[in-house]
């Protein structure tokens, strides 16, 4: 039987001063190893398997685990046993079990938020004790190395179902709110540095709007309009710079997608497409909902112009795990 893996990865980039050459390697974690990979020639350089597997959420798109480069540490959270767990990323053991406080009493979604700089992290918790059962976010402060417990502090998100990203420098957060907009907290302080109102560029009678990336202070919004086609939605993009105050032009793709996301540069925007899946008469299996296909359409961010089409050697079901920071791998 074929054992299924839920994978994250990040890249590590590792300079040699003395020779003036530089490395970027990708670290891709499943429930029972995990594989460090030379991006330069796609090599593996070695495997480290772990003699059980992996506990707590591996998911990195959603936030339910984090990786700390400088004391190598991966961080899982679980919700069935109320804390998160510490592995050794070089040794896929485990370090500990940190339980939340006792002002947590019913925990349901979390995200973990989790700067590079700095001495502390974030675990967002919507605690389903409060305000009568419908839930309510808890922010709880640790510090990194022991991962103490530095108390309860101002909340960064307004809803769990907010996605937020960390700037270059690991010193802000942006926060796409539930509405489209932008907020930007300093990630040492939470302080709120700007809340940014992108009301006026988006297009007005949308299906469906959402800032769904963010790298160098760019941001990437996708606008949703219904049609009455099997994809039932096509998909517009255009994007922000938070330092200029300026848009870009607006790409209809004439697609639905699975994940848009931006080049770590911030100069291309690659649309992993997805359609519904047709299935003959006679198929009794159930009908599946529209998924990725194996397309990716890569376009330029200035002008607007497709730059090409990438076809995968999959139908469906496919998971872009990331890019390459120098942004010519995927």
Not at 200 to 227: C, H, P, Q
Not at 275 to 299: C, D, I
Request: aromatic share 12%; glycine share 6%.
């Amino acid at each position: 039987m074929r054992k299924l893996f839920f994978m994250i990865i990040f890249f590590l980039f590792v300079g040699f001063p003395s020779t003036g050459y530089s490395k970027t390697f990708a670290y891709m974690f499943a429930t029972d190893e995990v594989i460090k990979f030379d991006t330069d020639t796609d090599a593996i350089v070695n495997k480290t398997k772990s003699s059980a597997e992996i506990e707590g959420y591996l998911d990195y798109q959603r936030a339910e685990c984090a990786v700390d480069i400088m004391n190598n540490y991966l961080i899982t959270l679980q919700g069935i046993a109320s804390g998160f767990y510490v592995y050794d990323v070089r040794t896929m053991k485990e370090i500990s079990f940190v339980k939340f406080p006792s002002l947590i009493k019913s925990a349901g979604a979390m995200k973990v938020i989790y700067p590079q700089s700095g001495t502390r992290f974030y675990i967002e918790i919507d605690d389903m004790s409060l305000n009568s059962g419908e839930g309510g976010l808890v922010n709880l402060a640790y510090e990194k190395k022991t991962s103490t417990f530095l108390g309860a502090v101002a909340n960064i998100l307004d809803s769990i179902r907010e996605r937020f990203w960390l700037s270059d420098d690991q010193n802000s957060i942006y926060v796409s709110t539930v509405d489209g907009n932008i907020r930007i907290y300093d990630s040492q302080t939470l302080t709120l540095r700007r809340t940014i109102d992108l009301s006026s560029i988006y297009e007005s009678g949308l299906w469906s709007k959402a800032v769904d990336d963010v790298r160098k202070g760019v941001a990437l919004l996708n606008e949703y309009k219904k049609t009455q086609g099997p994809s039932k939605y096509f998909l517009s993009f255009i994007t922000y710079d938070a330092a200029t105050d300026k848009s870009s032009v607006r790409v209809a793709t004439g697609i639905n997608d699975d994940v848009t996301l931006l080049t770590p540069d911030a100069t291309r925007v690659v649309v992993n497409e997805a359609r519904a899946l047709s299935l003959s008469a006679t198929n009794k299996a159930p009908k599946k909902e529209p998924s990725a296909t194996g397309r990716l359409h890569v376009y330029d961010v200035k002008s607007g112009n497709k730059l090409g089409l990438v076809t995968l050697p999959t139908d469906f079901s496919e998971q872009i795990l990331g890019i390459r920071p120098s942004g010519d791998k995927l």
